[in-house]
């Protein structure tokens, strides 16, 4: 079982739409949560930090379920720049992060 | 004032050929790393250094042998290239080690393609 997975889509969405995709996570004893972004033929960027409460940033929603062990990201409003890779990214232990393959996201006009 | 920058951006060799990849970063951050990102996007961490010393080595080739010559280099050399290696290889620092909740800074990538 890979240690992070994720649907990768893609999520084909009009402008001002809400998009919403998950990522499971197989280590339980995982402590660290992050989405990061990466565009076509780009790098990875972080995008937000995940935390226990769920916390957002603007248009975007972060939640974290340790139960179930996954993640959601969430756009609201969606922006045609926020057309992207979406790399859900998990701290396996003090000193690695493990990655997703990503979510591809599309806005069109 | 690219923080994490890497050179070349694009490397297409023959088979066999050995070729490095060179990763410069002026954040000051004390942990460099390597990640191989393969056609189905999966982004794997290689080797980890902190402070100039290696910390992971995920079960890599000994083709490849990461140099860290002071903290603010890492630099990756793969000798007898083979046509699996074809992929993009990053570079990344993050400030402190023995946190994963660090951000880590990605270079611009290396695009390796093996013939």
């Known amino acids: 079982r890979k240690e992070v997975e994720q649907d990768p889509g893609p999520f084909n969405v009009p402008e001002g739409a809400t998009v919403a995709f998950n990522c499971t996570y197989s280590?339980?004893?995982?402590?660290?949560f992050f989405w990061y972004r990466q565009d076509c033929r780009k790098e990875p960027k972080l995008l937000m930090s995940v935390y226990s409460s769920g916390n957002e940033d603007g248009r975007f929603t972060a939640q974290l379920n340790r139960a179930s062990q996954y993640i959601s990201l969430l756009i609201r409003d969606s922006k045609l720049s926020d057309s992207a890779t979406y790399l859900c990214v998990v701290g396996i232990n003090d000193y690695k992060l493990s990655f997703g393959a990503g979510t591809t996201v599309t806005v069109r006009a | 004032d690219t923080a994490v920058s890497q050179t070349p951006k694009y490397l297409v060799t023959q088979m066999g050929n050995d070729k490095s990849i060179k990763c410069e970063q002026n954040l000051g951050h004390d942990t460099m790393y390597w990640y191989k990102q393969d056609s189905k996007k999966f982004l794997k961490i290689m080797f980890s250094y902190n402070n100039k010393e290696l910390i992971i080595n995920e079960t890599v080739p000994n083709r490849f042998s990461p140099k860290s010559p002071d903290k603010a280099h890492l630099n990756l050399h793969i000798n007898s290239l083979e046509l699996g290696d074809s992929a993009v290889y990053f570079c990344a620092s993050s400030q402190d080690f023995g946190s994963s909740y660090n951000e880590q800074f990605f270079g611009p990538g290396t695009r390796l393609t093996v013939l």
């Open positions: 280590n339980s004893a995982s402590q660290s």
